[in-house]
């Protein structure tokens, strides 16, 4: 990727606005939620092997920044659909990793008690639809709940996530189209991982989807999806515009699937010298440099992050092992909704929303029906 004059400039005034946005403490979080969606996910393949965890596995390495970066921004009330590359954003939201682990396993502590598999998971109590595999089908879901936050006049926001295939789909179109006309409340974060499955990106479209957002009558921006205060800031302005009534952005991260699209998967359709070139860009090893660098981290606080979220992930191992699989007689139980239950409020780490900073001075709504 080349450096050129304008975008050297531009990378300042984002590094700028991040400095004014995020404390010593919000730094220290980002990292520390990388490193654990990344340890996580790497007891989960682990476990896959050992033949703990049925089915197949998924995971989003190499992507973490995007999910943490992103899910940073949002306060409590407002609403996630999050999807399987994405384990960041459900750890910021108040997901542990021993429910992640369970859930993976069929397990009874899992966040769906074990009715559904692996990635397919939303914490309902935290603000997280569900999601479904069928990419991008949550990106409707997203701008529904945006829709009923516009007509109830509430200062939310709805944010989802989904790769650069999904734009080949008319569903994304259809949700693009109406966020576009309604001017709606939400955030898509598409993560251009280079390959759908196994199609290089010059395969999928002939138009860059952040054109294609224009054509939707709203903003698309594109960001360096491994640069988790990029994606920050990026998803910052995209919430606050949102949230001031200013409607939809697209964020297109760009970034690199560095495992397969599931462990079935040996990934032999990507050039070695591809994948060489995005690992020296993993955006864990680039962020604890520049927070040594430049933020005045010792390499020694750097390591005990790390060595911290290895223990913890261990202990979060050893009680989803402990867990009991589900009761049998429980299957059928809430297949189906008998009654309405509201979404619950996601946990809201980063300090300025924490602290009961807005942004942008809206007054957070103090009745939830969605």
């Known amino acids: 990727m080349e450096t050129t004059d304008a975008s050297v400039v531009a990378r300042g005034r984002v590094r700028e606005l991040a400095d004014a946005a995020l404390t010593r403490e919000d730094r220290a979080s980002l990292f ?3 490193v654990m969606m990344r340890t996580s996910e790497e007891r989960a393949l682990t476990l896959y092997k050992q033949g703990k965890v049925p089915g197949s596995f998924y995971d989003g390495r190499g992507q973490e920044a995007i999910s943490v970066g992103a899910a940073f921004v949002l306060r409590p009330e407002d609403r996630t659909c999050i999807l399987h590359r994405d384990l960041g ?8 990793p021993d429910r992640y682990l369970a859930n993976y396993m069929g397990r009874a502590t899992g966040v769906t ?10 914490d309902r109590r935290l603000g997280a639809v569900g999601m479904v595999s069928m990419l991008p089908d949550m990106a409707l879901v997203a701008t529904g709940m945006a829709l009923a936050f516009k007509m ?3 200062a939310r926001v709805a944010m989802t996530f989904f790769g650069e295939g999904s734009t080949a789909n008319g569903q994304w179109h259809e949700a693009m189209n109406f966020a576009g006309i309604h001017r709606l409340p939400v955030v898509f974060v598409l993560e251009n991982n280079r390959f759908a499955y196994s199609t290089p990106n010059e395969l999928e479209f002939a138009v860059d989807p952040v054109e294609r957002a224009h054509s939707y009558g709203f903003a698309g921006v ?18 606050d515009l949102a949230r001031a ?3 939809p952005t697209l964020i297109e991260c760009q970034t690199m699937r560095m495992h397969g699209h599931g462990a079935h998967d040996d990934m032999r359709y990507v050039p070695s010298e591809l994948h060489a070139e995005w690992e020296r860009r993993d955006p864990i090893n ?3 440099e520049r927070l040594t660098s430049d933020y005045g981290f010792s390499s020694g606080e750097v390591e005990e992050v790390r060595s911290e979220v290895r223990s913890y992930v261990d202990e979060c191992a050893a009680k989803a092992l402990a867990s009991p699989m589900p009761d049998p007689e429980l299957a059928a139980t809430g297949v189906f909704a008998e009654e309405f239950e509201a ?25 939830r029906a969605a």
């Open 343 to 367: 979404l619950g409020d996601g946990h809201a780490p980063w300090s300025q929303v924490s602290h009961g900073h807005n942004g942008n001075g809206a007054t957070p709504v103090s009745r």
């Open 152 to 154: 109830r006049r509430e």
């Open 286 to 288: 680039r962020y604890a």
């Open 245 to 247: 009534g200013g409607g």
């Open 113 to 122: 008690g074990g009715k559904d598999g692996n990635m397919h998971f939303g």
């Open 89 to 96: 954003a459900h750890l910021v939201r108040g997901v542990t």
């Open 222 to 239: 594109t960001v360096d999806g491994n640069d988790v205060e990029d994606v920050f800031e990026a998803a910052r302005e995209a919430v």
């Open 32 to 34: 520390r939620f990388m």
